[in-house]
């Protein structure tokens, strides 16, 4: 990778280099403005700089909308390069060319998200919201019936479990409804502080205030409960905005 630079129109432009086995030239503009030329072996860098002056025009328009969309953009919370926690274990975010769709590379701790623009963070980052909530959908109805079963019956008949994106808490129970909501957020914690905030939840079916007596009955099914809370906290926490 080598930079490079050409003036057009007096204005000096930027570009990083690369060779690559392909067999004509990309261009791409990245979403902090760079402009990345990648080219196959027999095309000379000269002639890599006449095309990106060529393109100078259609690169200051790409610039200027990706100036635009940058106040969307820093809301955003999945972006290419960043490191996203799935059932507690970080992956980071490969954004790349492809059919719509993510695929974990388990060894190497890389999360391949697939999108037609791969420079598209908006719709980078609404793949990857649409893929943790079906994983949120899968995972957390089996920790939840699981956690039931270690409670052998205590709290009763099973109870109806809802799964909500919710903002300041991971987890809410309607005793009198026998209705528990956890927080989506929750498929990015490990599987142990998922089952910490179900058995937190299903105590509630008994004492509804954090007392005492709460607290007797969790440490119950759940010896390590203020550990895993504090777990809990510092890793998923900013998924929440907590
Ligand atoms: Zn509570």
């Known amino acids: ?3 490079r630079s050409v003036t057009v129109g007096g204005e000096r432009l930027d570009y990083f280099f690369d060779v690559k086995r392909i067999k004509n030239i990309n261009l791409r503009v990245r979403r902090d403005g760079s402009v990345y030329v990648s080219a196959g072996v027999g095309i000379s860098p000269l002639r890599a700089d006449a095309f990106v002056a060529e393109k100078a025009e259609w ?4 610039r200027a909308e990706i100036a635009e969309r940058s106040a969307v953009i820093d809301a955003v919370r999945f972006r290419d390069g960043a490191t996203i926690l799935f059932l507690g274990d970080g992956y980071v975010v490969h954004a790349m060319r492809g059919k719509r769709g993510v695929r974990l590379r388990k060894e190497e701790g890389i999360m391949e998200a697939s999108l037609p623009d791969p420079d598209d963070g908006e719709a980078l980052n ?3 919201e649409r893929w943790f909530r079906a994983r949120a959908e899968e995972v957390l109805p089996v920790v939840f019936e699981h956690a039931e079963k270690e409670t052998a019956g ?3 008949a099973s109870c109806g479990l809802v799964l909500r994106k919710m903002r300041a808490r991971w987890g809410s129970c309607f005793a009198r409804e026998r209705k528990i909501t956890l927080n989506t957020a929750l498929v990015h914690a490990p599987v142990e502080c998922i089952a910490y905030v179900c058995l937190h939840e299903l105590t509630h079916l008994q004492c509804p205030r954090h007392d005492g007596q709460f607290y007797a009955v969790l440490t119950r099914f759940c010896p390590d409960c203020r550990a895993l809370r504090r777990k809990l906290n510092a890793l998923v926490a900013p998924y929440i905005g907590k």
Do not use: T, V
């Open 154 to 156: 205590y709290f009763g």
């Open 126 to 128: 609404s793949l990857l």
């Open 59 to 62: 690169i200051a328009r790409r």
């Open 1 to 3: 990778m080598q930079i």
